[in-house]
């Protein structure tokens, strides 16, 4: 420790040092200023014209971004992914703006706005605001929305800008930004809105990657198609039958009613005399059923989305009826990978397996539960807000699992396999890039390590868990695990199907063909957003 005299001394070299740092920091900055008193002084000498009481309603009415959460309700209400995926992420970058702008940068550089007599009174906000005039928050939550959702939906986007872009303005117009501060603020934005893919990964393709299946049977007006029709799915109030059998009139089709065996009517319908190809309507659990028969009897598989989520149908890149109807009749297909589970139980004196097959995702732990506080919360918070928040509660109520991975002891809180590999690397899996690599993505969270649960919940809200030690990521051929303290539930494709105590995950040995149309031949159908 310093003597008292050599500490005051050190202290008074410090505060020297700092403010001598503070003033060339002020005397580089006075042209900055020089410029905004200059331009402020201009705006002021501008005679009265029709926009004076346009400015002050429209940056009014974008206080506690109230303007950009109506846009966003806006967007979301237009019914394209787009556009709610725009929303979303817009309204998470308005909220992360907001937060560095108002709660960090105002508090730590105060300066004053602008004075009162710079401007003419009926141009003036008659409620200025008492805080630190730099940075602009009305500036960085205006272009941390609009860049949010042309991020993903560029045109959505272009029509937002002069619109942010007046309300930027608008706080220079009414005397109490200075034009610097609203330079920062938007910059601010900006930037807060592409860091938001860090957390809300922006899926760069309306499709995965597949090898085109050269052999695809066509079928006009779906002759030789034979459907299964879930008749539980599809939008409220609408026979999805009906509108199969409308689009593709010569396919046969099997209602699947409440109640009935879904193997069972889908082996019926492969079995229909002329059966080409075989399809299904409902949710990716109806498509994990359909894709197995497929398989097993070696027919390309036709998938109409009609449930919750359609992950799969989101990865191929069939989103609707009509896109069905454009690649059946074309006869284009490509081939995709099929995941299968072999589930052995010793508890019960078993030694044959339960074969499930899974289209997209297996897991146990406290992954299954997550999936399922996700999808309770997306439709309020989003799909990643909701992963987030859904991951972190699952975490804090998880119990270790004592497991041995292909022969190594370990202890995790969840497990995740991937029919293909999954992106992002790193946070919650949102998407396939591929759909034919043959190989199983693996994820897990090991239980095993000092203050793992703690370090897992930090990596995910800081963006970093893929760097973390608790965190496990590979592809593998195939994967073995033996569950050490007996057998555990295993969720496929969001539905919990079976248990074991030994679980072997591995692609099938054969591709499924499924039907897609091809981009190349088939335009994107015209969309303004």
């Not at 004592?402 to 969840?414: F, K, S, Y």
């Not at 099938?508 to 088939?522: G, I, L, M, Q, S």
Request: some cysteine; overall charge positive.
């Amino acid at each position: 420790m310093l003597p008292p005299r050599r500490a005051r001394r050190a202290q008074l070299f410090v505060r020297r040092g700092v403010g001598a740092g503070l003033r060339r920091s002020r005397r580089s900055l006075r042209p900055v200023g020089a410029l905004d008193r200059r331009i402020t002084e201009s705006v002021g000498r501008m005679p009265p014209n029709f926009l004076d009481d346009a400015l002050l309603t429209l940056t009014r009415s974008a206080n506690h971004s109230g303007l950009w959460f109506a846009a966003g309700s806006v967007l979301a209400g237009l019914g394209t992914r787009r556009t709610r995926l725009g929303a979303t992420r817009g309204v998470m970058a308005i909220g992360l703006a907001s937060l560095v702008a108002n709660g960090v940068l105002k508090p730590l550089f105060p300066r004053r706005r602008p004075a009162a007599e710079l401007l003419p009174p009926y141009r003036s906000l008659p409620d200025r605001p008492t805080s630190s005039s730099f940075p602009s928050g009305h500036s960085a939550s205006a272009m941390a929305f609009t860049v949010g959702v042309a991020l993903e939906s560029p045109r959505a986007g272009l029509v937002l800008a002069p619109l942010a872009a007046t309300v930027a303005y608008s706080r220079i117009h009414v005397g109490v930004h200075w034009t610097s501060d609203v330079a920062v603020g938007a910059s601010l934005g900006a930037a807060i809105a592409l860091l938001t893919t860090r957390w809300l990964p922006r899926r760069p393709i309306d499709e995965a990657i597949a090898r085109a299946w050269l052999d695809a049977p066509t079928l006009v007006e779906g002759e030789g198609l034979s459907m299964v029709v879930n008749m539980a799915s599809g939008r409220p109030g609408v026979d999805p039958a009906e509108e199969v059998a409308e689009a593709m009139p010569k396919a046969h089709l099997v209602r699947l009613e409440p109640g009935e065996d879904l193997l069972e009517r889908l082996k019926e319908a492969a079995g229909h005399p002329g059966t080409r190809a075989l399809g299904v309507a409902g949710g990716d659990g109806s498509v994990a059923a359909a894709a197995r028969i497929a398989e097993d009897l070696d027919l390309p598989l036709a998938v109409l989305p009609a449930g919750t989520l359609n992950h799969f149908g989101r990865d191929v890149g069939v989103y609707d009826l009509q896109e069905v109807v454009d690649a059946t009749g074309a006869g284009e297909a490509v081939a995709v990978d099929i995941g299968e589970l072999c589930a052995f139980s010793d508890s019960t004196g078993r030694s044959e397996c339960d074969r499930v097959v899974f289209v997209n995702t297996a897991s146990f732990g406290g992954y299954p539960e997550m999936v399922r506080l996700r999808e309770k919360w997306q439709d309020r918070w989003g799909k990643w807000p909701a992963a987030s928040a859904a991951l972190i509660v699952t975490l804090v109520q998880a119990k270790p699992i004592r497991v041995r991975i292909d022969g190594v002891e370990t202890a995790v809180w969840m497990l995740f396999v991937g029919n293909g590999p999954y992106a992002p690397a790193g946070m919650t899996p949102s998407y396939r890039p591929r759909l034919d690599t043959g190989a199983l993505e693996v994820r897990y969270l090991r239980a095993d390590r000092r203050f793992s649960r703690a370090r897992a919940v930090a990596g995910l809200l800081l963006g970093t868990l893929g760097h973390t030690r608790t965190y496990v990521e590979h592809t593998a051929k195939s994967l073995d695990v033996e569950l050490l303290e007996g057998p555990v539930e295993v969720a496929t494709d969001g539905e919990v199907r079976v248990s074991g105590d030994r679980l072997c995950f591995s692609i099938a040995d054969h591709k499924v063909p499924v039907y897609r149309r091809d981009e190349t031949k088939w335009p994107e159908r015209a969309s303004i957003w």
